[in-house]
């Protein structure tokens, strides 16, 4: 899943004490991958990426609606959009 988020710090520095703790939330207590993945130019705005793998296709579902969910509530940033990409072993034989 991509996140774009919105923040109201102005400098990279205050973006990243915002993001860092919200990455490390998401990987304590969903045990998904997470990173900031994009917009590193922009001042104010980020991309997450976020990554789970399971053995079906509802958990992965259930675990990035939950992330997006909790992102959403932040009140510290504003989601802009969540996009999601699925892939299973179907697709990659």
Known sequence: MSVDLL???R???EQRSVVRPLLAH???EYAVAAAEAGHL???GRTQVGVAVVAADMAHCR???D???RWLAAQPQVQLVRAQ???VSDEETQ
Do not use: N
């Open 11 to 13: 400098s990279r520095k």
């Open 84 to 86: 999601r990409t699925y």
């Open 7 to 9: 923040l109201e710090s």
């Open 62 to 64: 259930d675990v990035l």
């Open 26 to 28: 998401l990987r304590r």
């Open 66 to 68: 939950r992330c997006e």
């Open 41 to 43: 130019d922009l001042s």
